[in-house]
């Protein structure tokens, strides 16, 4: 039977990836065409996307995947571009870890208090949720000009084909929706006085989104028609729906990359106060599924380590750290004091101090309590989730960026006192393609995508070993100071 190719836009925090899927009847590969930058800018008003970058990116990589059957982007969340009514970009997207959200959240709340906003939207408070960007974003002109806004992969799929939507998946981490209905929230919108009439219609994974306008063909070289198909536009929902998990597995999945997301895949959400309280989020997946998961900071700690150290050879340091004894100090993870970029070698130091542990100095005995500190961190959102759903796993899914570290999924293993499967590394563009190719009609259900993984990508399997005691002895350091 015919092959068919698929392109798969995934667009991260440090970099965007065009691959692509070739899907048969019973085989999935994936090869990247092209790889770029993407590069915050400061200006003097803040930290912004280069989103124009980004789309030239695009287009660079779909004139080298060649001819493909569709086209699918995925990106981080939260995000977006406002437009005019011509259809215009007003300005350039703001970062999410911009500092514009300071503050903002408790002005929310004077109107809707925490906890019924959680209730409403079931979404972790988190600064950047984009109903705290609209939010802090009311008193400017931008706002006030715009006809529409359009999620960061919703704008890149409007450039190529001329047609908005605002696919669903994203949609869910705007904190506008509600897990239950998997619609737009109406009243918390009109009572924190946000216009819906912003968003455009709401899409499904799968649903059409045009096809590529004759310039795009134009530059890329391709032959038209070529369809561009609403994917889990949420990188982490594409990822979460390429979880290699087989038939009837309880699980629990932790994607790994510039953020680690830990969590599991439920059919309903939850909603209670104590789950409020451990700021776990209900995102929305494929399928009716929701993704219940917490925000971990993940890579982005020894990412801007990396940085402050100018650049030092990656494996030699990871080797370097695995020689450096374990637990020796640990941070919170989980602590939103680490997202604003810059001094980051500094203020682990400082949160180290803090809680009166050792301070660690050079830049391995820095990426070991950083690795600690993840593992240490997953075990606990893998704990909190499994006890706050009522839903215990046997195994922990690892994919996405972090399962190059061997050291951090072993030692995830370790902290868990779980067996983890680690991989696939590019699974927020493979659960891209799989959704593509189910549009298609090439792949049944999740389920089906998911056999198609475990038979074609290659997993590695980490058994928990050592002491489980010392990860709770180390979780309670953090709580000292
Ligand atoms: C991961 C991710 C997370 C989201 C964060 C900010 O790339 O999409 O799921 O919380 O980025 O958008």
Redesign the pocket.
């Known amino acids: 039977a015919a092959v068919k190719s698929y392109a798969a836009v995934d667009l ?2 440090s970099s965007g990836r065009v691959m692509v899927g070739r899907v048969g009847p019973d085989s999935l590969e994936l090869a990247e065409a092209h790889r770029f930058p993407n590069r915050p800018v400061r200006v003097p008003e803040g930290l912004r996307w280069d989103v124009l970058a980004l789309y030239a990116g695009v287009l660079d990589g779909l004139r080298a995947v060649g001819q493909v059957d569709s086209v699918g982007i995925d ?5 977006y571009g406002l437009l005019d009514a011509g259809g215009a970009l007003l300005g350039n997207p703001v970062h ?1 870890r911009d500092s514009r959200t300071e503050g903002v959240a408790e002005k929310v709340w004077a109107t809707v208090p925490a906890e019924e906003l959680y209730a409403a939207t079931g979404l972790q408070y ?1 600064p ?1 949720n984009t109903l705290y960007q609209l939010t802090a974003a009311q008193v400017s002109a931008q706002l006030s000009y715009a006809e529409r806004l359009l999620l960061i992969p919703d704008l890149l799929t409007y450039w190529l084909t001329g047609e908005q939507g605002t696919e669903l998946t994203n949609a869910s ?1 705007t904190q506008l929706i509600d897990p239950r209905t998997r619609d737009w929230s109406y009243s918390i919108a009109s009572r924190l006085g946000i216009d819906l009439s912003l968003f455009a219609p709401l899409r499904q994974p799968g649903d059409p989104a045009g096809v590529l306008r004759p310039e795009v063909l134009e530059e890329t070289g391709l032959a038209g028609p070529v369809p561009v198909t609403a994917v889990g536009s ?3 929902a594409s ?1 979460v729906a390429a979880v290699p998990a087989e038939g009837g597995e309880r699980f629990a999945y932790i ?1 790994t ?3 680690s ?1 830990a969590g599991l895949e439920l059919d309903a959400p939850v909603l209670s106060e104590e789950s409020r309280a451990a700021n776990f ?1 209900n ?1 929305l997946g494929l399928d009716g599924t929701v993704r219940y ?1 917490r ?1 971990i900071m ?1 890579l982005w700690l020894l990412q801007e380590c990396v940085r402050a150290w100018e650049d030092p050879e990656l494996g030699a340091l990871l080797l370097d750290a695995a020689k450096v004894p374990a637990l020796r100090s640990v941070v919170d993870a989980g602590d939103a004091a680490f997202l604003a970029p810059g001094r980051m070698p500094e203020r682990i130091a400082e949160a180290c101090r803090a809680t009166g542990q050792p301070v660690p100095a050079s830049p391995a005995e820095v990426t070991r309590c950083i690795l600690d500190s993840l593992a240490l961190a997953h075990r606990r959102a893998v704990a909190d989730a499994q006890r706050l759903a009522g839903h215990s796993v046997d195994v922990v899914h690892v994919v996405g960026g972090g399962t190059r570290n061997a050291l951090l999924c072993q030692l995830t293993a370790d902290a868990c006192g779980l067996p983890v499967v680690a991989g696939p590394t590019e699974a ?1 563009a493979l659960g891209n393609v799989l959704v593509q190719a189910r549009a298609h009609g090439l792949v049944g259900d999740l389920a089906d995508g998911r056999r198609l993984l475990t038979r074609t990508q290659p997993l590695t399997r980490y058994e928990p070993q050592g002491d489980a005691a010392r990860w709770s002895e180390a979780e309670a350091r953090l709580t000292r100071g």
């Open positions: 991260g925090a990106s981080w969340a939260v995000d999410y988190a950047f981490t949420h990188d982490t990822a994607c990359g510039t953020w997301l989020t995102e998961l925000n993940g927020a």
